[in-house]
């Protein structure tokens, strides 16, 4: 089963615009991470909130958490046409992650 | 050791057949995490050791499917008995053991073995 949820399923946006993918779960947890994954490609960890916090950079990359909403949202400024891929937001509770159906974002040039 | 390695990249089996897959993780990394993702879908958990024990199993882990993980090392993956419903990307991870408490980190994941089952 997938806790999470991310929304939109699908977003096409152009070059140097800003793209925004929230993610919703059910349960507690510990943490939040977003992986990315290129076409048929493993998935690369981008950044990870802890439950504790609200939000949260990294280059590019802003997220934030509202656990009393039990949401997160990735936001990705000044996209480039490399960040075309799927985007998973995981919850961590217990000893594994859970991860929601990802969002896939095409960056045109 | 510049990440977590899965062989074979691609497998194309009959129906019926037995399939292995082996993961090597991180060499510093205590877990070791399967999952699968079926196309257009986020993965899911399938089981995770801590060193050689399998502390986990999801039930999406039918009798068909087995993993070890010897000397708490390399991991291998195998279904038996393989049904076309089986054919998915099977990913494996490794981290650290304290990855969610204070110090925390993200999985790092192989590139895949992709099933198909014809």
């Known amino acids: 089963s997938q806790q999470g949820e991310e929304d939109p399923q699908a977003l096409s946006i152009q070059e140097g615009e800003n793209a925004t993918m929230n993610c919703s779960y059910k349960t507690s947890i510990n943490n939040l991470q977003w992986y990315r994954q290129n076409s048929g490609r493993g998935l690369v960890h981008l950044i990870l909130?802890?439950?504790?916090?609200r939000e949260k950079h990294s280059g590019r990359l802003r997220v934030t958490l509202d656990t009393s909403k039990k949401s997160s949202s990735l936001l990705i400024t000044a996209s480039r046409a490399a960040d075309t891929a799927s985007y998973f937001c995981a919850t961590a509770a217990g000893n594994k992650l859970t991860f929601g159906g990802g969002t896939r974002v095409l960056v045109k040039p | 050791d510049t990440g977590v390695s899965q062989d074979p990249r691609h497998k194309i089996t009959k129906r019926g057949q037995n399939v292995t897959f082996r993961c090597d993780p991180i060499?510093?990394?205590?877990?070791l995490y399967w999952y699968r993702q079926t196309l257009g879908q986020g993965p899911e958990f399938l089981t995770y050791f801590q060193n050689e024990a399998q502390l986990e199993k999801s039930r999406l882990l039918s009798d068909r499917f087995s993993a070890e993980r010897p000397k708490g090392s390399f991991s291998t993956l195998e279904i038996q008995r393989t049904e076309q419903g089986d054919s998915a990307m099977y990913l494996c991870?490794?981290?650290?053991?304290?990855?969610f408490g204070t110090g925390s980190w993200g999985y790092t994941f192989g590139s895949g073995t992709r099933l198909t089952v014809v």
């Open positions: 060499s510093e990394h205590n877990r």
């Open positions: 991870a490794s981290s650290p053991t304290f990855s």
């Open positions: 909130i802890r439950s504790n916090e």
